[in-house]
Antibody, heavy 120, light 112 residues
Framework: EVQLVESGGGLVQPGGSLRLSCAGS????????MSWVRQAPGRGLEWVAYIKEDGSSSNYLDSVRGRFTISRDNAKNSLFLQMNSLRVEDTAVYYC?????????????WGQGILVTVSS | EVVLTQSPLSLPVTPGQPASISCRSS???????????LSWFQQRPGQSPRRLIYKVSKRDSGVPDRFSGSGSGTDFTLKISRVEAEDVGVYYC?????????FGGGTKVEIK
C-alpha cells in the first residue's frame, strides 16, 4: 500500500523557516516525481513545487521561488521542503503528493497533510 | 498561467439525481503530444483529495462508475449519474498540460 506521511509542520513567525519532510513507502520512491501541494484554510488547492525522480530538475510556484527549496533523499525514501522567509500567506495545509507525468501530473497519491501556520 | 473556472460554485443535489460540474480553461488543454491532461479530484470533508478521473475520461480503479468525465479543448465536465450521500465534498479539476499546473477553484456538492 502506497503511503505518504508528512511531518515538520507547526507555528512559525513571519520571516522564519520551517522544513517539511515526507516519508514514502509501498512503492519504488526513486522511480517517481514528487511534489508539494498546499491548501490555505477554506481555500482551494495550489501546486507549490515538484522534483524529478533523480532530483535533477525542480520547479516552483512563482510566489515561493527563491524562498522554498524542494529536495529528496532516495536512499531514505524521503521528500523535503525547506521554507524560508515565510509569510502569513504561506499558511496552509501542505500535502506531499505523487504526480505521474504519464497521467499529466494528475496526483494519484496524497499524504494526510501537515499544517503550517505563519503568524506573529 | 492557465485559469480553470469551475461552475457552479455550489451544487445542492437530491440523492439519486444526477449532477454535473463544468470546468472551463482559459487555453486549450490539448498537449503537443496529442493528449489532453485534465483530471478531477474529490475532497471529502476533513480528508485529503482523491483522484477520480485523469486524461479527461479515464476513471481510477475503485471509483464508482456513476462518475464520468468528458470534454475537449477548453470545456470539460464531470458527471455523477446518481448522487449518493458519500459524494458530498468539494470537486476540483486540474490541468497538467501547461506549466504552472493549476487547479480550478472547486465545486461544493451537498445533499439537499
Amino acid at each position: 500500500e502506497v503511503q505518504l506521511v508528512e511531518s515538520g509542520g507547526g507555528l512559525v513567525q513571519p520571516g522564519g523557516s520551517l522544513r517539511l519532510s515526507c516519508a514514502g513507502s509501498g512503492f519504488t520512491f526513486s522511480s517517481f516525481w514528487m511534489s508539494w501541494v498546499r491548501q490555505a484554510p477554506g481555500r482551494g488547492l495550489e501546486w507549490v513545487a515538484y522534483i524529478k525522480e533523480d532530483g535533477s530538475s525542480s520547479n516552483y510556484l512563482d510566489s515561493v521561488r527563491g524562498r522554498f527549496t524542494i529536495s529528496r533523499d532516495n536512499a531514505k525514501n524521503s521528500l523535503f521542503l525547506q521554507m524560508n522567509s515565510l509569510r502569513v500567506e504561506d499558511t496552509a495545509v501542505y500535502y506531499c503528493a505523487r504526480p505521474p507525468p504519464e497521467s499529466g501530473y494528475a496526483i494519484d497519491y496524497w499524504g494526510q497533510g501537515i499544517l503550517v501556520t505563519v503568524s506573529s | 498561467e492557465v485559469v480553470l473556472t469551475q461552475s457552479p460554485l455550489s451544487l445542492p443535489v437530491t440523492p439519486g439525481q444526477p449532477a454535473s460540474i463544468s470546468c472551463r480553461s482559459s487555453q486549450s488543454l490539448e498537449h503537443s503530444d496529442g493528449r489532453t491532461y485534465l483530471s478531477w479530484f474529490q475532497q471529502r470533508p476533513g480528508q485529503s483529495p482523491r483522484r477520480l478521473i485523469y486524461k479527461v475520461s479515464k476513471r481510477d480503479s475503485g471509483v464508482p462508475d456513476r462518475f464520468s468525465g468528458s470534454g475537449s479543448g477548453t470545456d470539460f465536465t464531470l458527471k455523477i449519474s446518481r448522487v449518493e450521500a458519500e459524494d458530498v465534498g468539494v470537486y476540483y479539476c486540474m490541468q497538467g498540460t501547461h506549466w504552472p499546473l493549476t487547479f480550478g477553484g472547486g465545486t461544493k456538492v451537498e445533499i439537499k
